[in-house]
DNA sequence: AGGAATGATTGTGG
DNA sequence: CCACAATCATTCCT
């Protein structure tokens, strides 16, 4: 509010004024003297001064009601030399003040002296503070959509939620038909965060267009009495703005913190690892120890491991990578097991030698990096 | 309860 | 991109 006499005194002090020295009261007196146009302007602007004087003690009268009456003629009042013929302050000032102002309004040289001083205070402000200017969007901030959207927060109601969690699902590795129930869990949390976020930014919304209004009402009521052009009530809207929008980003970026914590609770698959099941477990350790030379399936190979043991590719692939280098550290806990699969796959072969009555060999094991196991290559211990 | 086993992820190097 | 190594987080087992 005090910014009404800061605004009025600090255009005194600028150069390249076409106007002569109006802001300075003494010189404002001695103009009364001149011819009519000045006449009129030093009229005009003592009314201003006056009406911005008035309208200051007339704040101060509504918010310190009861305060002792040293406050009002007190001479720590900086405006107090400034103000022209006005009665004190008191009980008759509202009447005062509105007489005034209508006749300001009035004054025929009003609208011109605005535009001018609208001008001058156009460029102070453009000096001041049009350097940060508009900035581009925030890439913080796009970052954030970007991954709201991606998670199904802030996009389409229905599906999103769901087609995140599949995509997860098969980021994760995991198969897409089991732990449906993990999921709808998940989605109902996903739903929750969604809800929050929606209301709040709502709520927000609301407020940022509830104090917009508010504020551009205001400039446009003190437009009548203050040089206030469109372009400041426009660029005030777009202070507000951002800083709404800085509030936003906040929640935007607690929503994201959100999601994430939900995520790593739900979806990482070390979270929710079950063993492998019995028989696939055989399954992968008899191709491991019957291929001890060279234990890397092929892709083929990997699929058809996949397919028996009831689990996918990736989880194929990370059990031969763990089971490589588990073994490789520790070959002599892995004896007894690597003896026993060597023992079922010879007996295998053997029966299947038998039945087939030829020497049909099991995929030769041990010629390669891997150290074997204390048994024979033909399967006798 | 606590350690071993185990499936998954992450970081690194070829 | 793949394999390896280290590590994490959970499950199994005693």
């Not at 989605?187 to 809800?195: E, F, P, S």
């Not at 709520?203 to 372009?231: D, G, W």
């Not at 936003?248 to 070390?270: G, H, N, P, W, Y």
């Amino acid at each position: 509010m005090d910014d009404q006499t800061r605004m009025l005194t600090g255009l005194t002090g600028l150069g390249g004024l076409s106007q002569p020295d109006v802001g300075d009261p003494d010189s404002v007196r001695k103009q009364q003297s001149l011819g009519q146009p000045q006449q009129d302007i030093g009229d005009i602007l003592q009314q201003i001064m006056a009406i911005t004087d008035e309208s200051l003690d007339e704040a101060q009268a509504r918010s310190w009601p009861e305060e002792s009456p040293a406050h009002w003629g007190g001479s720590d009042d900086p405006t107090e030399g400034g103000r022209a013929g006005g009665g004190m302050a008191g009980g008759g000032l509202p009447l005062n003040f509105q007489h005034r102002k209508h006749a300001l309004n009035c004054h025929r040289m009003k609208p011109a002296l605005f535009s001018v001083l609208c001008e001058i205070k156009e460029k102070t402000v453009l000096s001041i503070r049009g350097v940060q200017e508009e900035d581009p969007p925030d890439p913080q901030i796009m970052r954030l959509d970007n991954m709201l959207l991606a998670e199904g927060v802030s996009g389409p109601e229905k599906g999103g939620g769901s087609a995140a969690a599949a995509a997860a699902a098969a980021a994760a590795g995991g198969s897409p038909t089991d732990s449906s129930i993990e999921h709808s869990d998940y989605r109902a949390k996903l739903a929750q965060i969604r809800q929050i976020y929606h209301s709040e930014l709502e709520k927000y919304e609301q407020a940022c267009s509830e104090f917009t209004n508010h504020v551009m009402n205001l400039l446009r009521e003190q437009s009548r009495t203050r040089p206030i052009s469109p372009k400041e009530i426009e660029r005030m809207v777009a202070i507000i703005h951002r800083k709404f929008s800085s509030i936003q980003m906040q929640l935007k970026q607690s929503t994201c913190e959100a999601v994430m914590i939900l995520r790593s609770r739900f979806l990482d698959a070390r979270r929710k690892r079950r063993n492998f099941n019995k028989q696939a477990t055989e399954v992968l350790n008899e191709y491991f120890y019957s291929h001890l030379s060279n234990p890397y399936p092929s892709e083929e190979a990997k699929e058809e491991l996949a397919k028996k043991c009831g689990i996918t590719v990736s989880q194929v692939s990370n059990w031969f990578g763990n089971k490589r280098i588990r073994y490789k550290k520790n070959i002599g806990k892995f004896q007894e097991e690597a003896n026993l699969y060597a023992v079922k796959t010879a007996v295998d072969a053997a029966n299947v030698s038998a039945q087939a009555s030829q020497a049909n060999s099991p995929a030769t094991p041990n010629s390669g990096g891997y150290p074997a196991p204390c048994y024979t290559p033909d399967g006798r211990l």
